[in-house]
């Protein structure tokens, strides 16, 4: 499944951008992200539009299987990530999804789902969220983000895995562990 | 195809309104539209967050084939026509789809593409855009649009069939054909 | 009329171009089309603020008639058409117009009236909508958009006459008419 | 001149409110404002679309004469002000204005131009600008802005005319003058 | 420390509402959170500007120490979190604070830095970052927030203490530890 | 107190830019300003994010006093002013400030209020207001803005100030005083 949030992304980062072109008003038809460009604004400038071609719109592979041989047993994201820049809207083509998202502090309410073929679900912008395969075969689903560079932040990588790392005492404070465990987590990442 | 297009939107419309959540800036983590509210904003007020429920986010049945018997041999959208407030990403599932849209003056450029399973094509904000089954079978395709209420604008029902019509005089100018023709138009819609 | 249109949109994008000066926050005090770059961001880059002048700010000549010897008896627009990117103020200061826009799907209503000397009216962002001169003379009236580019798709020319051309079987599908009357109308664009 | 500024802000204000429909991103085709309704949001809140009327896009009465009878031979604006929600662009219809407008800081540039019929002028959100008819006859322009309720702070009724009184010790540091000018100022406001 | 932020907030939040006055074009002066109000927006309505009072643009008792005895050593938030709406400029008055953010995947770099009186930092929105007391005394700080309900998420609360839980398998796959230590962790918070 | 907020915007203008990253939707995590740059957007482009330091979100020296000897005994600004692109939060953290704003036309209402340590005091954007030290010492405060280039006017110098001036007989008008009065004012500027 996340093999396709993965390649959905790439499409809309680096074939197609649309930052400027639709966020806020628009003031071209389209603004085509000009990759050979140096010049960084939100995301890149745009291609000349006459210079505007179909395959410029166009991505294809969305079908093909993507490797999911790593210890998430899956090659993309589905562990707890926020999405900083984008509400999410996944569709689900296969399988089963056990899915979930926590709401901001005081409350931090779970409000979680167990998806089937044809469910949709909504992932707020921002907030922590998961998918798990919870089926006997694959998962097939698509993610529709409201952003074409979402961002992601898996929050074991983010906290347990920087470069170089969150000082060990900041992270037993935070969570309340021996030295011991935090360690443990940080070998992990 | 584009019956999942409609349920799609009716989703995003009538069950689960993020306008205010994440268009421009959101001061929640979510808003769910209420949908007994008389109150009209932009859009309509959201339900207490409180009360929020994991069905406030979830859709199901996009996987359910939809009555597509009727003139455009199909139950939705794939004649010309504009998104005013959204742009469409398009993914394909089964079958082969010819899409394309039209650029704005002067240009009126048509940008076309021929796309199969797994390919994805934009359809950028604004602009007349058709899809169109060119397959043996039939077609399925998920839209994703940048809007929950896009709307959809059908050039032919809109400049035609629109209730009461445009007088036909000013058809017979903008269109250079006898009024003969423009009443055999205005006739079918 | 129109060619008052025509001349104040080009004011607007090529003199004087205040999209990032007031979309969506302004960094500074206004931001001068840099016609000469190269670069394209959303629109195009701004002048050094410290070389503005009066001139940058000014434009004239919007009391000159235009040309208006062509089929739509007026150098143009007023067949149905819609601004994807902008709300229409007009002012009619000479002359009456007929004038409306016909709202998106389902209900395709159409809203119209007749203008005078001195009346105002407000075309709808992204909806298609129409002028016509009614009148026994002259019409002359200013439009304000809300945007420094509203882009411009006149229905005939998107639908009709782009290039290449939409297949006629699309056309012929979307308006439920003959091919014979496709080509008609495609051959007039 | 300016009582047609002070009736065209009254039709935006009061008659038909756009805010939520264009700005940022519309959710429907227009926002007509309630005025019968006391919930305020930004502006106010839509009537039901379904009830919308082509007068509610329409104003008339914009080529009537104001009364000018008042200490600044002008029933409207033209002494020094700022309108900090909008960017104006003027069109002169009859006469001669002098028009200008300051930067910010540090550079407190003015830029001025003498308008005549035809012209067009930009003067950018949020900056001290003033418009004065310096021809023999009435002047007659026509005032856009880019909000329906630009809002007007007029420089002399805001730092002498204030209710209460700013103390004039404020005053009398910030012009450095003595206080009997401040107290000569802040009768005539 | 940051019981300051926490006051903070309360006044953006509860007392003083300018979401709809500034974002994204404001209107109105000002919009004040009507807290009378049921109805829901984007935050919550605005009180009748001519009601408005200096207090409700007040806010006092910035200068008292809050209570820090907790487990954090600190009333408020320093453990590592994110503010999914808002950018955070946080000020040092008093003492010494080691602070840092970490960069969203894939590099999920590490930006710290040592603060003393008179130093500034900006936490990017969305970002994961933490502040820590390494003075010997208390420090003091001051958080200006780009959004004036930026909302909070606490890692380890959202991750390890939300309610329900997070079914243990995915976090035992997520943070690849036994499910000891999940269960460890998750009986923490 | 002022100096703080000169200082303030500049780290903000010059230093660390985040115009792009938060107005309106970010692309990227941060975007920091690149002063290198010879392209002119709306602020400036960014560096490209890999090269991102530390320093590039720290600022230092807050704490120290700025040189106020000059005839508003303040290096800064307290005199009747306006910030047209942003809301102003200002925090007391010495001393005794009597702060107030203006509404805009036609109310003209004076909101002020007496703000001892601890205080703090919102000014809603694009409206006039001042800030003045009361006390017998030191006053000191923060002020934070919600744009990192708010643009300051002050009236003083706008009006009687501007280079080149504003022609008396607009300003005679304006104010209804003796060109003596508006000569003398010119000279202060």
């Known amino acids: 499944m996340a093999n396709h949030i993965i390649i959905f992304l790439s499409l809309l980062v680096f074939t197609c951008s649309f930052a400027l072109a639709f966020e806020p008003s ?11 460009s140096s010049a960084r604004v939100n995301g890149v400038v745009c291609k000349d539009p006459k210079l505007a071609q179909a395959n410029d719109f166009f991505f294809s ?9 790593n210890f998430l047993g899956s090659k993309g994201l589905n562990s707890p990530h926020t999405d900083p820049r984008a509400t ?3 569709t689900v083509l296969e399988g089963t999804l056990y899915v979930g998202f926590v709401t901001s502090n005081p409350e931090n309410r779970l409000i979680s789902k167990l998806l089937q073929k044809g469910d949709v679900f909504v992932f707020p912008i921002g907030l922590v969220h998961f998918q798990r395969n919870v089926g006997y075969g694959n998962a ?6 409201s952003s074409q560079n979402p961002g992601i932040i898996t929050i074991a990588n983010a906290v347990f895995g920087s470069n170089p790392s969150i000082p060990s005492d900041v992270l037993t404070k935070a969570f309340q562990v021996d030295k011991s465990i935090v360690d443990t987590l940080q070998t992990k990442f």
Chains 1, 2, 3, 4, 5, 6 share one sequence.
Request: proline letters at 7%; one cysteine or more; a negative charge.
């Open 88 to 90: 999410e809207i996944l």
């Open 140 to 145: 097939v689903a698509i993610a529709a983000l």
């Open 61 to 69: 592979g969305l079908h093909l299987p993507g490797n999911t041989s």
């Open 26 to 36: 628009p003031l071209q038809d389209f603004c085509i992200a000009d990759s050979t």
